[in-house]
């Protein structure tokens, strides 16, 4: 038995198709020749059999891109942040000071400060001849298959999810000389949020090894998708449902702000 999904357009269509004829047979009691091929022709006409569906493109993160150009490289480089990418500017800049070195308003040294060391050296925008630069952040995208995936996989729906999550188990360190770490437990899966003092920072970590049966995909691999406040760092094998991608963004918006009214005590 196979149940239409009513949230992708073909589970859609299919469902109105189904209302459309139920409407029809309610009508006349039975289901006319003439009516059901009018109604098939109108229906068939949404369809696009002409070519394979494109593949939807998601962000699954950001980076910032650096190119630097000058008479003799052309050279294109990633950073995590504009600061990493800032600094490895000022330094090309600092090893190749005499190249500025002696014109107006230009120190004998660079300075300490990576901004200062760019601008003095680069100069003005409009003024710039053999060297230049260009800093932005860009997303990094991921084209998702408009297909399903070839074993058949099909990420648990919204009633499963659900239970799963108001079934989630929080698992706290019983004390100071505790070895274990504090986690929380869903669908098999453990997160681990805890201080890292060897890190100098908070570290999260996350352990599929024990993940639920219909989270595992059939090479093994469970759908992972990781945000750090509204930016995603990390995604692979998510394919978030169009239709409901936006709704899902709001109520996630929503709890966000009940969320900051209840810090501020509001």
């Given at each position: 038995?196979?149940?239409?999904?009513?949230?992708?357009?073909?589970?859609?269509?299919?469902?109105?198709?189904?209302?459309?004829?139920?409407?029809?047979?309610?009508?006349?009691?039975?289901?006319?020749?003439?009516d059901v091929v009018d109604i098939l022709g109108l229906w068939?006409?949404?369809?696009?059999?002409?070519?394979?569906?494109?593949?939807?493109?998601?962000?699954?993160?950001?980076?910032?891109?650096?190119?630097?150009?000058?008479?003799?490289?052309?050279?294109?480089?990633?950073?995590?942040?504009?600061?990493?990418?800032?600094?490895?500017?000022?330094?090309?800049?600092?090893?190749?000071?005499?190249?500025?070195?002696?014109?107006?308003?230009?120190?004998?040294?660079?300075?300490?400060?990576?901004?200062?060391?760019?601008?003095?050296?680069?100069?003005?925008?409009?003024?710039?001849?053999?060297?230049?630069?260009?800093?932005?952040?860009?997303?990094?995208?991921?084209?998702?298959?408009?297909?399903?995936?070839?074993?058949?996989?099909?990420?648990?729906?919204?009633?499963?999810c659900t239970e799963a999550n108001s079934a989630a188990v929080?698992?706290?360190?019983?004390?100071?000389?505790?070895?274990?770490?504090?986690?929380?437990?869903?669908?098999?899966?453990?997160?681990?949020?805890?201080?890292?003092?060897?890190?100098?920072?908070?570290?999260?970590?996350?352990?599929?090894?024990?993940?639920?049966?219909?989270?595992?995909?059939?090479?093994?691999?469970?759908?992972?998708?990781?945000?750090?406040?509204?930016?995603?760092?990390?995604?692979?094998?998510?394919?978030?449902?169009?239709?409901?991608?936006?709704a899902g963004r709001m109520r996630w918006l929503a709890r966000?702000?009940?969320?900051?009214?209840?810090?501020?005590?509001?």
């Amino acid at each position: 038995m196979i149940t239409p999904d009513p949230t992708t357009p073909e589970g859609a269509a299919v469902i109105d198709l189904h209302e459309q004829m139920e409407d029809l047979e309610k009508r006349t009691g039975e289901w006319p020749g003439a009516d059901v091929v009018d109604i098939l022709g109108l229906w068939l006409a949404d369809f696009d059999f002409t070519r394979a569906p494109a593949p939807t493109r998601w962000v699954t993160g950001s980076t910032w891109v650096l190119r630097r150009q000058d008479r003799h490289e052309d050279v294109v480089t990633l950073w995590a942040d504009e600061a990493s990418a800032l600094a490895s500017l000022a330094q090309h800049a600092r090893a190749n000071w005499d190249n500025v070195w002696g014109a107006d308003g230009i120190p004998d040294s660079p300075p300490a400060n990576d901004r200062r060391a760019v601008d003095l050296y680069y100069g003005p925008k409009d003024e710039r001849d053999d060297e230049d630069y260009w800093l932005y952040a860009d997303d990094i995208g991921r084209l998702a298959p408009a297909m399903p995936t070839p074993d058949g996989f099909r990420f648990p729906g919204e009633e499963f999810c659900t239970e799963a999550n108001s079934a989630a188990v929080f698992h706290p360190m019983t004390g100071p000389y505790d070895e274990g770490l504090p986690c929380i437990e869903v669908g098999g899966v453990l997160v681990f949020a805890y201080l890292d003092p060897d890190m100098q920072a908070v570290r999260v970590s996350v352990d599929l090894d024990t993940a639920i049966e219909q989270l595992v995909r059939g090479d093994a691999t469970v759908p992972l998708h990781v945000e750090v406040g509204n930016a995603t760092v990390f995604s692979a094998g998510a394919r978030p449902v169009p239709a409901k991608a936006w709704a899902g963004r709001m109520r996630w918006l929503a709890r966000r702000v009940r969320w900051m009214r209840w810090w501020r005590g509001d």
